[in-house]
């Protein structure tokens, strides 16, 4: 009997040691899982590339210190959440979900987050709750990146346009029957820019074609600030001969930058300015014989698909009609990003029909919604052609296109 008495006692403090260890075990084991949920959970934000890390909503509850400007993506419209625990193919990443793990059910909640001012990191972070007999725990990772390059910090809104912008010729509006008048390519009347921006640019530019060595290049024109903040106008004064232009039309592109992030965003003035030669005086005023012209301009497909980052889901075919060009002059088509305008080259083989493709591999983040591609030829300034080709240049504007969906 006593034996048996001290045999029972050694064994219930054996089971309670062993009940003790098994309870240990199962708490280490909950916490490890938990783990593994938070790696996975951060491991599938990290396959994503920087473009494509962003939400589409905030994670529930408050976010943590350093994470409470979500980085959101630009197009939201028909989301395709990603989670680790139920895998999906879509690009964006569910900011809370639920994985239940051995009679645990963890809940997550992730956070994608600038990493500073100027935008050009992003922070990520995983938190893991759960519930066990112990009581509440939680487990936390976090990693961080820097932008590739200055083309993916789409973050922070560039600077932009509060109001339109304007190209007076002799104080009234350009026109067909205002025309910039040029005699042997210097301007004989005076041309002011206006323009009103926001979102503090620390530069405001005017872009527009010129004669340099004979051929037509891109120039600018820097605008200064009035007293009055926000209002930037440039005077090119009559008799300046700063430029040398070639008769024809153009768009007026204005360009603000920011220098503090590099955030640069453009807007073509709404009216075509024509551009007349005066020979031999400012008062008489011609047309260039076969000047050229710019037909019509198509962009297909019309209703461009992008991801939730923006970028395109397949290339976008420009292709312009021209006439009284050959292959060796110009014509370039411009068009807005989030990251400010950019321009590309058509090609043709005869003059007449020029081609170019906007591949989806360049990585030009487009915002959703509706926006045109500007078109602007120019001919190389030949005197000695038959017939004589004098540096005229030409402007057209495709139909609005739409930007917007999802990738099908």
Same mark, same amino acid.
């Given at each position: 009997m006593v034996a048996l008495a001290i045999s029972t006692i050694v064994f219930v403090a054996l089971a309670g040691t062993l009940g003790a260890a098994l309870r240990v075990a199962g708490l280490q084991k909950t916490r490890t899982q938990g783990n593994e949920v938070a790696t996975q959970a951060i491991e599938d934000l990290q396959r994503l590339d920087y473009d494509h890390l962003?939400?589409?909503?905030?994670?529930?509850?408050?976010?943590?210190?350093?994470?409470?400007?979500?980085?959101?993506?630009?197009?939201?419209?028909?989301?395709?959440?990603?989670?680790?625990?139920?895998?999906?193919?879509?690009?964006?990443?569910?900011?809370?979900?639920?994985?239940?793990?051995?009679?645990?059910?963890?809940?997550?909640?992730?956070?994608?987050?600038?990493?500073?001012?100027?935008?050009?990191?992003?922070?990520?972070a995983v938190l893991v709750d759960w519930t066990d007999q112990a009581g509440a725990h939680q487990v936390t990772q976090q990693s961080s990146l820097r932008s590739p390059d200055q083309g993916s910090v789409i973050g922070l809104p560039?600077?932009?346009?509060?109001?339109?912008?304007?190209?007076?010729?002799?104080?009234?509006?350009?026109?067909?029957?205002?025309?910039?008048?040029?005699?042997?390519?210097?301007?004989?009347?005076?041309?002011?820019?206006?323009?009103?921006?926001?979102?503090?640019?620390?530069?405001?530019?005017?872009?527009?074609?010129?004669?340099?060595?004979?051929?037509?290049?891109?120039?600018?024109?820097?605008?200064?600030q009035s007293a009055t903040p926000g209002v930037w106008s440039a005077i090119l004064p009559a008799g300046s001969s700063q430029f040398s232009f070639g008769a024809g039309t153009q768009y007026i592109t204005f360009i603000a930058v920011r220098s503090a992030d590099g955030k640069v965003n453009s807007q073509p003035n709404a009216q075509l300015v024509t551009l007349v030669d005066c020979q031999p005086g400012p008062t008489n005023c011609a047309a260039r014989p076969s000047p050229p012209s710019v037909g019509s301009v198509t962009v297909t497909p019309s209703s461009p698909h992008i991801d939730p980052a923006g970028l395109l889901c397949g290339n976008l075919t420009v292709t312009a009609t021209a006439s009284n060009l050959t292959a060796s002059d110009s014509v370039t088509a411009s068009f807005q990003t989030l990251t400010g305008p950019y321009t590309v080259a058509l090609a043709s083989t005869n003059g007449t029909t020029w081609t170019?493709?906007? #591949? +989806?591999?360049? %990585?030009?983040?487009? &915002? $959703?919604? @509706?926006? /045109?591609?500007?078109?602007?030829? =120019?001919?190389?300034?030949?005197?000695?052609?038959? #017939? +004589?080709?004098? %540096?005229?240049?030409? &402007? $057209?504007? @495709?139909? /609005?296109?739409?930007?917007?969906? =999802?990738?099908?």
């Open positions: 962003g939400v589409c909503a905030p994670s529930p509850g408050t976010a943590p210190a350093g994470l409470s400007d979500p980085v959101y993506l630009v197009n939201c419209s028909s989301p395709t959440y990603a989670q680790p625990c139920a895998p999906t193919t879509g690009q964006v990443p569910a900011t809370s979900y639920s994985c239940p793990r051995l009679a645990i059910t963890y809940q997550v909640r992730r956070y994608v987050a600038w990493g500073d001012g100027a935008h050009t990191s992003k922070r990520l560039p600077p932009s346009f509060s109001g339109a912008t304007s190209v007076l010729v002799d104080g009234s509006a350009a026109s067909a029957s205002n025309p910039v008048r040029l005699v042997a390519g210097v301007v004989q009347s005076q041309v002011t820019f206006n323009a009103p921006t926001t979102g503090i640019p620390d530069n405001v530019f005017v872009s527009f074609l010129t004669l340099s060595g004979g051929s037509p290049v891109a120039a600018t024109l820097e605008l200064t170019a493709v906007i #591949p +989806a591999s360049a %990585g030009y983040h487009f &915002a $959703a919604g @509706s926006q /045109p591609i500007y078109v602007t030829a =120019a001919q190389a300034y030949t005197p000695t052609a038959s #017939p +004589a080709e004098y %540096g005229s240049t030409a &402007a $057209a504007v @495709s139909s /609005p296109l739409t930007f917007g969906g =999802a990738c099908p």
